[in-house]
């Protein structure tokens, strides 16, 4: 899988770039803002996160999987999609506007939600550009961009920052790398494929990407309610203080996610050729899929659980009571790393129709809980909801498992339990050395233990990181 793994290795790469430069930036506003307009700020971005599924509806999924099927197709499928986000782009901007004045927000947060409106309409028409990549097996320009996007971003915040304009100017910042983010994409599927994205109404094509798109845009919906849903419900039952406390574990767990995204924007089209071609194929990519998951996902819950206290220091005093949200929300990272590639299978199988039930069930669940627990617990009641529907939505997902291929349960249990034990030696080591040393040491120490008891179990071979390493070497498959 050698096109697999030299997507993965550039698109990791770009990711973990990312996500150090968008949690420094957070990093900045935590300690410059204060836990209420640091709660403004991302409630406004929650809304229109939310609101912009109904721009989206899942079509990036399916502009990648029916151009990793049919690259031929490539012009008349973009140039559908864009005909459609064009009307839906204008709608959805109304209704955001609209919702903003029902529940009579303050000025300063519509404001803030009006300009976070340009980024979500400009995001939904990069993210098709992207997709289109995809079905192309290449994510090195998406991975080059979402780098250049933060840099926009980080540069903006540090100037505004240190001229005290506020966090209007800090939103707006988003839009700026937003467009930069659409003009670059634009310009590449322009050269790369030559392809330009006029808007095309096929009707016949629109109503057939829309019937694969429905359980894709379903998930979607339900998927963005759910990891949502509990900070505008934050907002009205606690406040914008409880959302800006409660953004601390979100933002680290979110930053986090690089891996088993890039992994997963890898692995995609490659699980649905294989379902078409190899059933075999599609199961050691799964299983290796897995395996990779775990080993990062186990050090980095248990590590964070045992250096939580030390971690939220980073966000200045007011920010201390962070460390127990951090705390219980790092148990869920092993269940949502490993949901990642079997929401991909599900997808790339023709599961997507259970993949949407199982989100909508985990949803509701966690919409439940929320209000239930939020006005008893607060910003713990959504931290433990986070916790018990990462589990769920893993386990919904994994009885479907069987139906789509067979799993070697005894071998890959092995694996798994060989992880978890180098982990847990890594957690004890961690936390009876945590309060002796710099925390950037005992990371490593703990980092080194872990590989080496990795190595020592058998768990990691030397052969797998020269996979990744060569990976960087091997010719880049294209289907121009």
């Known amino acids: 899988m050698p096109n697999i793994a030299k997507n993965t290795s550039y698109f990791t790469i770009a990711l973990i770039l990312q996500k150090i430069i968008s949690l420094s930036y957070f990093t900045l506003y935590a300690r410059a803002l204060g836990p ?14 939310i609101f912009a599924i109904f721009i989206d509806f899942g079509l990036g999924n399916v502009i990648t999987r029916e151009i990793a099927k049919f690259p031929d197709k490539a012009r008349a499928i ?25 529940w009579g927000y303050s000025e300063l947060t519509k404001t803030l939600i009006y300009i976070s409106i340009i980024s979500m309409v400009l995001d939904s028409f990069t993210g098709a550009f992207y997709a289109l990549a995809r079905g192309f097996h290449n994510l090195k320009f998406e991975s080059i961009a979402s780098i250049i996007f933060q840099v926009i971003v980080l540069v903006f915040s540090l100037f505004i920052l240190h001229s005290g304009l506020g ?22 599927i322009r050269s790369k494929w030559k392809i330009t994205p006029l808007p095309n109404w096929d009707k016949d094509l629109i109503k057939k990407l829309f019937l694969i798109a429905l359980p894709f845009g379903l998930y ?123 929401g991909a299978l599900l997808n790339a199988c023709d599961k997507q129709k259970r993949h949407t039930i199982n989100m909508t069930i985990t949803a509701l669940v966690s919409a439940g809980l929320n209000l239930i627990l ?25 009885v479907v498992i069987p139906k789509i291929m067979q799993f070697h349960w005894r071998k890959n249990l092995a694996v798994a339990g060989r ?3 180098a982990g847990l030696v890594m957690a004890i080591s961690a936390f009876f050395i945590k309060n002796h040393l710099n925390p950037i040491i005992t990371i490593v120490l703990a980092a080194v233990i872990y590989i080496i008891l990795l190595f020592i179990l058998g768990s990691l071979k030397i052969k797998d990181l020269m996979m990744v390493i060569n990976s960087f070497k091997d010719k880049e498959v294209t289907s121009d």
């Not at 966090?167 to 590449?188: R, V």
């Not at 979607?220 to 406390?245: H, N, P």
């Open 36 to 49: 209420a307009d640091l709660g403004q700020y991302y409630f406004a971005i929650s809304v229109t996160s």
């Open 220 to 342: 979607v919906i339900v998927q963005r309610f759910y990891t949502y849903f509990d900070s505008v419900l934050l907002f009205k039952l606690a406040g914008d203080r409880a959302v800006g406390l409660y953004q601390i574990p979100f933002k680290i767990i979110m930053a986090l996610q690089f891996l088993p995204m890039a992994l997963v924007a890898a692995l995609y089209p490659a699980l649905s050729s294989y379902w078409q071609n190899s059933k075999e194929k599609l199961a050691l990519a799964f299983e290796q899929a897995i395996t990779y998951c775990l080993i990062i996902a186990v050090p980095v819950s248990f590590g964070a659980v045992v250096l939580a206290e030390k971690i939220v220091l980073l966000f200045k005093e007011q920010f201390t009571e962070a460390g127990g949200l951090l705390r219980i929300s790092m148990l869920a990272v092993p269940f949502m790393f490993l949901g990642f590639p079997v």
């Open 78 to 102: 973009i140039s559908s999609v864009v005909a459609v986000k064009l009307p839906l782009a204008i709608l959805t901007t109304l209704l955001v506007i609209g919702w903003s004045n029902i």
């Open 167 to 188: 966090i209007k100017y800090l939103m707006i910042t988003l839009s700026i790398a937003s467009l930069f983010n659409f003009i670059f994409s634009l310009s590449i």
């Open 374 to 398: 939020i006005p008893h617990l607060g910003v713990i009641g959504a931290c433990f909801t986070t916790l018990i529907t990462s589990i769920l939505m893993l386990v919904l997902g994994w």
């Open 419 to 421: 992880i978890i034990l």
